[in-house]
């Protein structure tokens, strides 16, 4: 088998950055709209809602994309790439 762990650094170390920076984002927006109570402004539920589901959307995409170039450097991708 090919030692390819060099390779997957990246992609990992990028993903994590990430989720590290959005996920936060998203607590806290959940966080804000679960405390606001009917009295204060249920309007801006929804839109704080679609703001943490847009931001789990971000934490799926970039974990997906992560584990679609993981497979990519197992399958030997990069070194197919080298012969031509």
């Known amino acids: 088998m090919r030692n390819n ?3 997957k650094i990246g992609p990992i170390v990028v ?15 959940a966080m ?12 801006v539920v929804p839109f ?6 847009a931001g789990g959307a971000v934490i799926v995409g970039i974990l997906t994309a992560m ?8 399958g030997g991708e990069e070194d197919e790439a ?3």
Do not use: C, H, S, W
Request: hydrophobic share 55%.
């Open 48 to 53: 704080l809602l679609l703001y943490a589901a």
């Open 15 to 29: 993903a994590a950055i990430v989720v590290l920076y959005v996920a936060p984002l998203v607590v806290m927006v």
């Open 67 to 74: 584990a679609q170039r993981l497979r990519e450097i197992d």
């Open 32 to 43: 804000a709209a679960g405390f606001l109570g009917a009295n204060q402004g249920m309007g």
């Open 82 to 84: 080298k012969k031509y």
């Open 5 to 7: 762990t060099k390779k």
